[in-house]
């Protein structure tokens, strides 16, 4: 019994330590490739101690110890599907702390993310609780949504949030960094800048054109149809055409994996055995490549097989590259 008890006060140094992972939230389901990770330590970790290593899969940053500072952040990329946020703290004898949180990003687009297993949740992360940790280096106030500021820096959305601009492509309000014009502060704890399911109804609140064409056609595709935008498309930016999460033809055939082989259409047409359907110039698109939606619209039409310019017959849908 005596040598148990010294066993556990010989220990105690190494794991009685307070550090704390704030972010992400153990269990928690994100949907952008980005996560904002966020660490808290005890004073005795601030003393004591020589680096602070984050890993989630093959993404990691290693931050020198600061002794005026108790929480570490960083914005992360994390894959599809299931990731592991592992933190190792490393004191000034070498010994080491390890914590980890097991989180899921979410995405119909990948086969291995499409469905979290039960354990996963959606736990939103601007909860009293949780904002009043970051608040000693952070403003966690309000952007008033009808105010651009003067610089991207003088929105509190900023300090943590500024990973989701870095795509070559940015969507307007995240570009004047309007955050609050999507996510509203319902002034709830629990769904503090939530944003409704389905979001269209944010989206066709500037897109209401878009609304009264593609609701009016007699055929609309499924994510249009039923208010979910996000599916294709990132809201804050992206490296592809109309802020699509994936290029066109990849992002097509995530969902119709039948026409993933890159042949369509007319089989022994052209090009060999069928029509190609990438990796062409679109002739009826200068500049742009050869893809689904050269033929088919993605959003609506009033032809059953969702043809561009409404089309009612394969022949005239030909003629828009084939002229003659």
């Known amino acids: 019994?005596?040598?148990?008890k010294l066993l556990f006060f010989l220990l105690l140094p190494v794991f009685a330590y307070g550090l704390e992972i704030l972010a992400p939230i153990k269990y928690s389901i994100h949907e952008e490739e980005f996560a904002s990770v966020s660490v808290k330590l005890s004073q005795e970790e601030i003393d004591n101690g020589i680096s602070l290593e984050f890993r989630i899969g093959k993404d990691y940053f290693m931050f020198g110890m600061?002794?005026?500072?108790?929480?570490?952040?960083?914005?992360?990329?994390?894959?599809?599907?299931?990731?592991?946020?592992?933190v190792v703290y490393t004191?000034?004898?070498?010994?080491?702390?390890?914590?980890?949180?097991?989180?899921?990003?979410?995405?119909?687009?990948?086969?291995?993310?499409?469905?979290p297993p039960s354990k996963f949740e959606e736990i939103p992360f601007h909860q009293k609780k949780n904002e009043e940790k970051c608040a000693k280096c952070h403003n966690m106030g309000t952007q008033p949504e009808d105010i651009i500021p003067e610089k991207p820096e003088k929105s509190p959305c900023y300090s943590c949030h500024k990973v989701l601009t870095s795509r070559k492509k940015v969507h307007a309000p995240s570009a004047n960094w309007l955050c609050t014009y999507c996510h509203k502060d319902v002034g709830l704890s629990y769904k503090r800048f939530d944003t409704p399911f389905p979001i269209s109804q944010v989206c066709f609140s500037c897109h209401e054109y878009r609304e009264k064409v593609w609701m009016n056609k007699k055929y609309v595709h499924g994510p249009t149809s039923t208010g979910q935008c996000n599916i294709c498309h990132n809201p804050h930016s992206s490296n592809n055409i109309f802020f699509l999460k994936k290029p066109i033809f990849k992002l097509c055939t995530s969902c119709h994996a039948e026409k993933a082989s890159g042949t369509h259409v007319l089989a022994g047409f052209v090009f060999g055995k069928s029509h190609p359907t990438h990796g062409r110039p679109d002739p009826s698109r200068p500049g742009r490549e050869l893809v689904c939606s050269s033929c088919h619209n993605p959003h609506a039409s009033n032809y059953r097989y969702m043809f561009n310019n409404d089309y009612t017959g394969d022949r005239y849908l030909c003629q828009m590259c084939h002229k003659k």
Not at 1 to 4: D, F, G, Q, S
Not at 94 to 115: A, D, M, P, T
């Open 91 to 115: 004191n000034q004898d070498g010994k080491q702390i390890k914590k980890s949180v097991e989180f899921f990003r979410y995405s119909i687009l990948y086969k291995e993310s499409e469905e």
């Open 66 to 86: 600061d002794p005026e500072r108790d929480v570490y952040c960083k914005s992360m990329r994390i894959k599809p599907g299931k990731n592991v946020l592992e």
């Open 1 to 4: 019994m005596h040598l148990k």
